[in-house]
């Protein structure tokens, strides 16, 4: 079947300090994959994505590599900012509509 | 500018109340979805529609029902509110598959009593 599994949180980081969020997946076929936001009281918002193998999603500093032999998708940022404080979701679309979700990892950044 | 909107924005309502949130959406997109998230379960899908008069069951969708008449509303009916259907629940719509992303609207925070 197809699923997403990212690490756990809650993730508290001081400013300018480096993230990493780890996202792997199982999938049926080919996958495109996806890393969305939520910032407090707020819809999800698309962060970067990437459609097939070795592709790089990048955004407002964040970076993401979808690696076919691992199964991954991590998140990462050089250095990180309080502005940067929200939950993450790591999320996969194959064949069809369907969006498949990771339970979401929250993030502080601390000045 | 397109977009998608969600009313209410925050509901409280009776176990056993039947209740209806809406959803609609500019983009003329042909597909629509609607989530609930709660703590520890992240996103999961209640409901989805790939165009006018389709309906799809997702992973949760016990005790909640959708009709498409037109393409920009996708409301989610609550047939017989229960305390467990307190969250917070999301629309979103997408253009095509592949990697075309979703996009979300604000939500609407739920409380059954």
């Known amino acids: 079947g197809n699923s997403v599994t990212q690490m756990e949180g809650p993730v508290t980081l001081s400013e300018e300090a480096f993230l990493t969020i780890n996202c792997t997946y199982t999938?049926?076929?080919?996958?495109?994959l996806f890393w969305y936001v939520q910032y407090p009281g707020e819809g999800l918002q698309l962060l970067l994505k990437?459609?097939?193998?070795?592709d790089k999603g990048s955004n407002k500093g964040f970076e993401a590599t979808y690696r076919k032999e691992t199964t991954s998708f991590h998140l990462e940022k050089g250095s990180v900012q309080v502005s940067d404080s929200a939950v993450y979701f790591c999320a996969l679309s194959v064949s069809g509509n369907q969006f498949y979700f990771g339970t979401g990892t929250s993030l502080t950044v601390i000045p | 500018d397109a977009e998608i909107t969600q009313s209410p924005r925050h509901k409280i309502t009776e176990t056993g109340r039947q209740v209806t949130l809406a959803c609609h959406q500019t983009?003329?997109?042909?597909?629509m979805f609607w989530y609930r998230q709660d703590l520890g379960h992240g996103l999961r899908l209640i409901h989805y529609?790939?165009?006018?008069?389709?309906?799809n069951k997702g992973e949760v969708s016990d005790g909640y029902s959708v009709s498409r008449s037109n393409t920009e509303d996708l409301p989610l009916t609550l047939e017989s509110a229960a305390s467990s259907q307190t969250s917070v629940y999301f629309c979103a719509s997408r253009p095509g598959q592949g990697g075309d992303e979703q996009y979300f609207g604000p939500g609407t925070r739920l409380t059954v009593t």
């Open positions: 999938a049926t076929g080919y996958p495109s």
């Open positions: 983009w003329n997109h042909n597909n």
């Open positions: 529609s790939y165009g006018v008069q389709d309906t």
């Open positions: 990437a459609t097939k193998a070795d």
